[in-house]
Each structure stands twice: as structure tokens, then as C-alpha cells.
């Protein structure tokens, strides 16, 4: 009786793996275990070496793997041959880690009750000079391809010889190859765990090799990387499509935490569209946590001659730490375009050790305009300018759209407490609506400085804002400089704005003016009149119709953040529709609609 029971459980869970192929592909599941000496036809008669079994397995195969610690090879005294062995994973095969080795059935187990070890620490010593340099390899295959329920770890890439972007160099942890014209690698990982696996080139976690009119896409849900390390980029993750190639992941759920990239960019990820390529990964309620940087302590997004566009949804980046960009870099240099989109994220306490707590966009010899909607930037701290978001357009085009988000408590040691626009011999002019800037400090500029000297401009345009306690040596609020005489311009427009409770040490508790010259309309402000709004040298302050000077705007509560109009507020219903209209916008910060009742 018990044998049959056996017979039918092995034929159900047969059944229930080919469900996962296309109708037509019958799935062949072995099982694998430590220390098995069988043909892998059952949990009892498991195969023992999982390497062998790979290299044998057919496309539609199913590989169900034991808990326990696995390697490519075992070896004392490894040579260059042991190292360069890895788990190579054929096109179309599925392989299931996290099994106790009783279960018939995927839904039974429990990966992390049972963790299932890819180890690249092949001469069990423990110390990784002599580990595998890859320890997963994938070379075009389809999307149909699943590694599930494993820790990927130990992979040291350190063979410097043998050059930037090979196995050898990059990938420690998985190398996935899709270049060359009709490449195209985009395997499926899912719950899956990169731990400490180092690069001396590119991607410690993972490298996604898409270049040269290749394509790699891979898809990666729920996945954690921790502790992964690259010398030249991408310390858990490095994507690129250069000369002509796609690469552009899925991620879905994963953490990104403690990575680093010290030496070089992308501390968790880096996404590289060069040349004529594309980098543009999806991500959606991903965490970047903790990752370090020189440029881009989170994600570094650089589309040098090509396009890295990238779009997150719902992302956490806290406490990520760079020279530049404390959370993100996004670099649009030398011809690139780079123009992220982010929705629904949070930047919280962040820092750079220069510039850019947060977010540094560079169009300097190229155009970097990233799109913001409903973002948070909270406690974010830069050592020199743009506590939460640097601008630089310097000799190109840095000009980001930023709608209902909010800026609060950033710092810049310097300049910009949240942002800063430089436009200095280039455009740094972003389009900035239904935000809010509350209790950002800085020495010059509390909320938003503006440079836009030597030919360049800095003219931000600022519709439905609010300015809430922001703070500064000289300019509590807003710094227009356009450098000595007026050598460039720093014009910001602003309208539907309201200042309140802004202030300054020495000078301009809202504007302060080097040869700057903003306009304002249909705003509220604590000044007596338009005159007291200058202060400065040279420029001027132009106030057009409907502003409304020395009147309370009584918010709710703005000490706890709600920036609501009570009903009697003197500011309702006294905007601008033409504004709304020019700046497109449809909703308030509450998601409704920002014009009610025509008005």
C-alpha cells in the first residue's frame, strides 16, 4: 500500500511541474541531494552531483534540490581550470532549491527553512582566494529558464588579468551572457539570495551582458543581495546594452543591502546604456539600503552616447552613502540621454559626501531629465550642495520634471538645503509642481538654490508650491544667482506659491538675488510688499497679479505636515487656472483634481 501511495505522489508531482512548459513539453524532474548516489529518478535514489546533472539536462527538465551546500568543483590547492568551473545553467531547464527531501509538491517547501547553497568556496577553507570566480553561469537562454530558492555566495571574480567584463573578472556571483548580434540571455530568478560575492571588475551579485547587438533581460522577483562587492561598477548588479545592445531586468520585490562599489559607481546597481545601447530595467517595490559608492551609493544610471532610462515604482532607498548622489547617479554625460522615471519613492537619509544627498543629474555634454511623481525626500544630507537633488546642466541639459513630492528636513552644508540647479554655461531649469519644501536648511538657500552664470540659465518653474520653514545664512528659501553682472540667468517663475515662515540669519528671508531674476504671481507671502521680497545685488524681484502679502495662510497643522487650506484661508480658490493649465496638471497631492468648480 505504501508503494503505491509512493508511485502516485512521484506521478503528481510530475504532473504538477509540467503545468510550468508549454502545452506539449512533458517536464523530466530529478532530484538532487548531498551526497546521492542514485539516478535522481526519486528522493530516495537522489543524484548527488548537481554539476553533472546540469551539463546532462535537456531543455523542460525540472531539478529539485536538497538543502545543503553545493559547489562546481572540489579541489585543494584549486588551479585557474577549478576556479573557472561554474554552474552552468542550460537554456529551458528549471531548478527548485529549498527542498527538506520528502516534499511532492513545489507549494511544500520552504526555502528559507531549507537553504540550498551555490558556494563558490570550492576548497572548503573559507577564505576566497581560491573560490570560484563565477559560480552561475548563463549563456543565451530563454526566459522559460528558473533558478529558484537558492544562496548564490562565494564567487570571487579577481583574475584582473584576464579583462573587464569576463567570468573571470565580473559576475562572482552569476555571469549572464546575452551579447553578440542574436544573443539574448533573460533568465527567471526568483527568492533567491547573492551574499558576499566579489568583483574586481563589473556586477559582484550579478553581471547582464547585453551589449554588441545582443539582449539580456532577465527577470528577478523577490530577491536579496547583501553584502556584494565590485572594484569598477555594480556591486551587486551591473546591466549593460553598450554599442548597440538591450539590457533592461525586471525587478520585482528585491532588497539591495550593504553592497558597495567604493572604487567606482552603482553601489547596488549599475545600469550602462553606451553607445548607442539601452539600459532601461523596471523596477517596483525594490529596497536599496545601506549601499556605498562613489557615484550613485543605490543605482548609477549612465547613458554615455546611448539611453539608460530606467523606471522604479514604489522604491526605498535609505541610508545609501556616495561622493555624488548618496542614493541615486543619474548621468546623461557626453552625448548620453538619461531620463529615469521614479513614482511613489522615498529617499530617506541619504548623504553625500559632496554633492546630491540624495539624487545627482548630470547633463554635463548631454541631457539628463528625470521625472519624479509623488516622491518623498526626508532627512537627506550633502557635504556640499543639494541636501536632497543636484541638478547639473553644466555645458548640457539637466532640466528634471518633479511633481507632488516633498522635500523636508534635507541639508546642504552649502548650498541648496533640498535642491540645487546649476546652469552655469549649460540648462539646469526643472519643472517643479505641487511640491512641497519644508524645513530644509542650508548656508545659502534653505529649499532651492539656482547658479545659472556664464552664458548658462537656471529658471525653474515653480507652480502650486509650497515654502514651509526653510532656513539659511542669506536666502531662506530661494537663491537666484546668475553670477557677477549677470553673466548668465537665474529667472525661476513662480506661481500658485506660498511662503510662509521662511527665514534667512543675515539676508532675503525668501529671495536672495545675485543679478537674479525671479517672477512671482498669484502667491501668498509673509512680506509686507513685493520690494521687501528683494535682497541682494543687482537682478530685481518682478511680482505679477494676485499675490497676496502679509496675509496668514492657515494650514492645518504644518508642524505635523498637513499643508490642507482651512476653509477660510485667504489663498483658496485665488490661484491661477491658466498655470495649472500651462503646467499640465491634473491633480493635487491628495490625487484629486486640482481645478474644482472652475476655480
Known amino acids: 500500500m505504501k508503494k503505491t501511495i509512493r508511485i502516485l505522489q512521484i506521478i503528481l508531482s510530475l504532473i504538477f511541474a509540467a503545468l510550468s512548459f508549454p502545452e506539449g513539453v512533458v517536464a523530466q524532474i530529478i532530484y538532487v541531494a548531498p551526497n546521492g548516489a542514485g539516478n535522481g529518478s526519486t528522493w530516495a535514489t537522489a543524484a548527488g552531483n548537481l554539476k553533472l546533472v546540469l551539463e546532462n539536462a535537456d531543455s523542460g527538465t525540472v531539478i529539485w534540490v536538497k538543502e545543503g551546500t553545493y559547489r562546481p568543483v572540489s579541489c585543494q590547492n584549486c588551479s585557474f581550470a577549478d576556479r573557472n568551473q561554474s554552474f552552468r545553467i542550460p537554456s529551458g531547464v528549471q531548478v527548485y532549491g529549498g527542498f527538506a527531501g520528502w516534499e511532492n509538491a513545489l507549494d511544500q517547501r520552504n526555502f528559507d527553512a531549507h537553504p540550498t547553497i551555490l558556494s ?18 548563463t549563456h543565451n537562454v530563454d526566459s522559460l529558464t528558473l533558478v529558484d530558492g537558492f ?33 539574448n540571455s533573460s533568465p527567471t530568478v526568483a527568492n533567491c539570495k547573492f551574499i558576499e560575492n566579489y568583483a574586481w571588475g563589473y556586477g559582484g551579485g550579478m553581471f547582464n551582458d547585453g551589449s554588441f547587438d545582443g539582449k539580456c533581460n532577465p527577470r528577478l522577483t523577490n530577491c536579496l543581495f547583501k553584502n556584494n562587492g565590485a572594484d569598477n561598477g555594480g556591486g551587486a548588479i551591473y546591466n549593460t546594452g553598450s554599442f548597440d545592445g538591450i539590457c533592461s531586468p525586471v525587478l520585482v520585490g528585491c532588497t539591495f543591502e550593504n553592497n558597495e562599489a567604493e572604487l567606482s559607481d552603482g553601489g547596488a ?114 557635504g556640499f550642495g543639494g541636501g536632497a537633488m543636484f541638478n547639473n546642466g553644466n555645458q548640457g541639459v539637466s532640466n528634471p520634471s518633479i511633481v507632488n513630492c516633498r522635500f523636508v528636513k534635507n541639508i546642504a552644508d552649502n548650498y541648496g538645503g533640498a535642491m540645487y540647479n546649476q546652469g552655469k554655461t549649460g540648462h539646469a531649469s526643472p519643472t517643479i509642481s505641487n511640491c512641497i519644501f519644508q524645513e530644509n536648511t542650508a548656508l545659502s538657500a534653505g529649499a532651492v538654490y539656482n547658479l545659472g552664470a556664464d552664458g548658462g540659465n537656471a529658471n525653474a518653474i515653480l507652480t502650486n508650491c509650497t515654502f514651509f520653514g526653510n532656513h539659511a545664512n542669506v536666502g531662506g528659501a530661494v537663491y537666484c544667482n546668475a553670477g557677477e553682472g549677470g553673466t548668465g540667468a537665474a529667472s525661476p517663475t513662480l ?31 509673509d512680506k509686507p510688499n513685493c520690494n521687501a521680497l528683494y ?38 480658490d485665488d490661484g491661477s487656472n491658466q498655470a495649472v493649465s500651462d503646467a499640465n496638471i491634473l491633480i493635487d497631492l491628495d490625487s484629486l483634481p486640482r481645478i474644482f468648480n472652475a476655480t
Not at 128 to 134: C, D, V
Not at 279 to 293: M, S, Y
Not at 503 to 520: C, H, K, Q, S, Y
Not at 536 to 550: D, K, L, Q
Request: overall charge negative; charged content about 15%; some cysteine.
Open 120 to 137: 563558490g568556496d570550492i576548497d572548503q577553507n573559507g577564505d576566497t582566494t581560491n573560490n570560484s570566480f563565477t559560480v552561475v553561469y
Open 151 to 183: 544562496t548564490i555566495t562565494g564567487g570571487f571574480s579577481n583574475e584582473a588579468g584576464a579583462g573587464l567584463g569576463t567570468p573571470q573578472t565580473s559576475g562572482a556571483g552569476w555571469f549572464n551572457l546575452g551579447s553578440t548580434p542574436g544573443g
Open 269 to 382: 546597481i549599475f545600469n550602462l546604456g553606451a553607445e548607442g545601447g539601452q539600459c532601461n530595467p523596471a523596477l517596483t517595490d525594490c529596497i536599496f539600503r545601506e549601499n556605498v559608492a562613489y557615484e550613485g551609493g543605490g543605482i548609477c544610471n549612465f547613458g554615455k552616447g546611448g539611453n539608460s532610462n530606467p523606471v522604479l515604482k514604489n522604491c526605498l532607498f535609505e541610508n545609501n552613502e556616495a561622493e555624488f548622489g548618496g542614493a541615486v547617479f543619474n548621468d546623461g554625460t557626453f552625448d548620453g540621454y538619461c531620463a529615469p522615471e521614479f513614482f511613489t519613492c522615498q529617499f530617506l537619509t541619504n548623504h553625500s559626501i559632496n554633492d546630491g544627498g540624495a539624487m545627482y543629474n548630470s547633463g554635463y555634454l548631454g541631457v539628463c531629465n528625470p521625472s519624479l511623481m509623488d516622491c518623498l525626500f526626508e532627512e537627506n544630507e550633502s
Open 495 to 525: 506661481r500658485n506659491c506660498i511662503f510662509w515662515e521662511n527665514t534667512a540669519v543675515d539676508e532675503g528671508d525668501i529671495f536672495r538675488i545675485i543679478w537674479g531674476t525671479p517672477t512671482i504671481s498669484h502667491s501668498l507671502v
Open 535 to 572: 535682497n541682494g545685488m543687482g537682478g530685481s524681484v518682478t511680482c505679477g497679479a494676485g499675490m497676496i502679502f502679509n496675509e496668514n495662510p492657515k494650514f492645518v497643522s504644518p508642524e505635523s505636515g498637513n499643508f490642507h487650506l482651512s476653509d477660510d484661508s485667504p489663498a483658496v
